[in-house]
């Protein structure tokens, strides 16, 4: 084996290759091998080093010194400091102490990590690394010690329930697809993570995809299948090669294929990309896109597990479903049962956005409070303003306000308070967002991603959108609530899809909440939130305006005038309201009315 | 547009057909792999092109049916496939919310203006198209382009006319 005196593992998360990691690695290997170091010094592509917010990052080994923002002009200089000199350059050092992932990064206070046990802790290109950390040991005791009854049975006993969303329970879900009639039949992995902001399994495909590939082949084996689709978005160009990279690994020594670990068990995978479509999350949407079709939902029943690609039977679960079997067959259902609610068990990974500390990629036991999340996971509200809402479940989710920070985050407890667990997407908001422009921004997206298939959902998210545009611009009228209230009703009740019925859902929970708010834009003209353009006006303030002129000069539409040194004055008239001048006021002197 | 049209002519449309089926397969399952194949290397499907897959991949003999017009509707129903030409380099802006509170706004005002483009359009040259693309799930490095398969991160207004000027 080669030895080298010293290793540079590079970050290549999409984060650091947006920021130039490919041309930065490209020069490290041609400097290194010009400077005749390429036998002494091995370049490792890696992934999640640190925060990635800094740009492209990498970590050399056995010193362990951490370099941040090296670009490939940084290249020559480095390579001749470091590993010519043996000096450690502390322009690009960031501190061994301080590496913070403001992504994921080590397990934040609360945290349990098991569907994220492996992100960033092993090198997700090299299989080695997953078997190491029991990676396929539990496909093992599937294929050695147990019937396909017994896997159903201990994760029927586990408490799984499929982490897409509607959280039907896994076990059972296998059942009733090994008990339906028909062959070939098929497993496939959702990978069309399509919310806004929720990036959970992209982090799972990209860092541990063996985990999801194990899953599959386990549930291959539970159902009686011996072939699997993973359909994952073509947005995610990373996780699409990653997985076949894994794929092609897992072949290679057997665990994938013909006579798997040289059992009479055959099982392969196949990645199946997307062309950009929301619907396609809707797992009769993805079938019909896998089966080259337009991806358009069809009424259940027939259900997938009776008639699903093909028209044979099929299992369809998310890839955070597929990541915990390996780990539930290897420690047991009790195991797995110890953590949650009595009727949600295990942990759910969260993508964290929004007026809150720490953002990013978490993962909680189930059962645990949404203050707790908030307040000590995510670490609080920004800048300690007041928590408003917090919207959970992505565009088909509600928002929910201070009274429901106790409940705890499990299926039953968000439904009934008008959210949903969806994906994991968790929107956290401050006092200065306003609900009803929140909800215009939910029925934008959702309305643009209806695929056409179905009146209700079609003509309906537009009506809607149309109503909470009106009422943003200040144009609401009496009445208006009542007429919301009642489509809302129509959309959710005669859609033929999930997205469809659960698209009124930020509409519907913030009427219900933060009703107040919707007649104060309708019947006073006003937005509490000061944040709908048309509602709002700004001015400066006699007092503290010092006349330095920055609003002036920042404003693009030049609305400001004013002498050096004397009061400014905004024009309404010519003012688009985008609130620079506020922001880059020194003296708080803009204010909005 | 006489640019791209004249690009489209000279391109053996039977030849990418039929490498995109080598690559992915001709049954019905590789359909949208392929036509992704063929809107990559032309920029957009053309009905020739469309004519063309039908032509390669019909074959009852294999069971696998496909007439032209379901092709049509795939790709008139998928984002990334595009029945009319788009630009030698496709400019897509992510809309999402974690972009959009992050500067997203000003970047695609400074991305209209410096290509004098509205959402969708191409620009009379035939080299720009701009279109904004849903989530690409790099969130913490908000706000987020892509320019045919480069992503650029943390993108100021400032910046876009730096970044646009590297292809030509």
Known sequence: ?593 | MDVTKNRIEDRNIPEIVKAAIEKHGNGRDALIPVLSEINAALGYIPAQAIAEVRRQVHDPSRQVYVNESQLYSMVSFYQMLSTKPRGRHVVKFCESAPCHVVGGRQVWQALEDELKLKNGETSADGKWSLVTTSCLGICSVGPVILIDEDVYGNVTPKEVSEILAKYD
């Open chain 1, 1 to 593: 084996m080669a030895f080298f005196r010293s290793h540079v593992l590079v970050c290549v998360d999409p984060e650091c290759l947006a920021k130039g990691a490919h041309a930065m690695l490209d020069a490290l290997q041609d400097e290194l091998v010009s400077q005749g170091l390429i036998d002494e010094i091995q370049v490792l592509e890696t992934s999640r080093i640190g925060s990635c917010a800094d740009g492209p990052e990498m970590m050399v080994y056995p010193e362990g010194i951490h370099y941040v923002g090296v670009t490939e002009d940084d290249i020559p200089y480095l390579v001749e400091e470091h590993f010519l000199k043996g000096r450690v350059v502390p322009k690009f050092q960031k501190s061994i102490v301080a590496v913070v992932d403001e992504e994921l990064g080590p397990a934040k206070p609360k945290e349990v990590r098991v569907v994220l046990r492996n992100c960033g802790q092993i090198d997700p290109e090299n299989i080695e690394d997953y078997i190491a950390e029991d990676g396929y040991a539990a496909l093992a005791k599937v294929l050695g010690d147990m019937q396909p009854e017994q896997v159903i049975d201990e994760v029927t006993r586990s408490g799984l329930r499929g982490r897409g969303g509607a959280g039907f329970s896994t076990g059972k879900k296998w059942q009733f697809c090994r008990n339906s009639a028909g062959t070939p039949k098929y497993i496939i992995c959702n990978a069309d993570e399509g919310d806004p902001g929720a990036f959970m399994n992209r982090r799972v495909l990209e860092g541990d995809p063996h985990s999801v590939l194990e899953g599959m082949i386990i549930a291959g084996y539970a159902i009686g299948a011996n072939w699997g689709y993973v359909y994952c978005r073509a947005e995610y160009p990373l996780a699409v090669r990653t997985l076949n990279l894994a794929i092609r690994q897992a072949r290679d020594l057997g665990l994938l294929g013909e006579n798997i670990m040289g059992t009479n068990y055959s099982f392969d995978i196949e990645v199946r990309q997307g062309a950009g479509a929301f619907v396609c999350g809707e797992e009769t949407a993805l079938i019909a896109s896998i089966e080259g079709k337009r991806g358009e939902p069809r009424p259940r029943p027939p259900f997938p597990a009776v008639q699903g690609v093909w028209g044979k039977p099929t299992n369809n679960n998310n890839v955070e479903t597929y990541a915990n079997i390996p780990q539930i067959i290897l420690k047991g259902a009790d195991w797995f049962a110890s953590m949650g609610t009595e009727k949600s068990k295990g942990t759910k990974t969260f993508a964290i956005g929004g007026d809150v500390n720490h953002t990013g990629l978490i993962e909680v036991p189930l059962g645990i409070t949404l203050r707790e999340v908030i307040y000590d996971v995510a670490g609080g509200i920004k800048d300690n303003k007041p928590f408003k809402a917090v919207q959970i479940g992505g565009p088909m989710g509600g928002c929910l306000p201070e009274k429901y920070l106790d409940e705890k985050i499990d299926y039953e407890s968000l439904n009934a308070a008008g959210a949903m667990m969806g994906s994991g997407g968790m929107i956290i908001m401050d006092d200065e967002t306003c609900m009803v422009d929140i909800a215009r921004f939910f029925m934008d997206f959702t309305q643009d991603e209806s695929c056409g298939k179905c009146t209700p959902c079609r003509v309906g998210t537009r009506r809607i959108l149309e109503m909470l545009q009106r009422i943003c611009d200040g144009e609401g009228e009496p009445g208006d609530i009542e007429k919301l209230e009642e489509l809302c009703q129509q959309v959710q009740q005669n859609s033929l899809c999930g997205l469809g019925q659960g698209a009124p859902n930020p509409v519907v929970s913030t009427l219900k909440q933060f009703r107040s708010e919707y007649e104060a834009h309708i019947y006073e003209k006003r937005c509490p939130a000061k944040v709908c353009r048309k509602l709002i006006h700004y001015s400066i303030l006699e007092g503290p305006c010092t006349g330095c002129t920055v609003c002036a000069r920042n404003c693009p539409v030049n609305a400001i005038s004013g002498e050096r040194r004397h009061l400014h004055v905004i024009d309404p008239d010519i003012c688009i309201r985008c609130g620079i001048c506020k922001q880059v006021c020194n003296f708080n002197a803009v204010a909005v009315s």
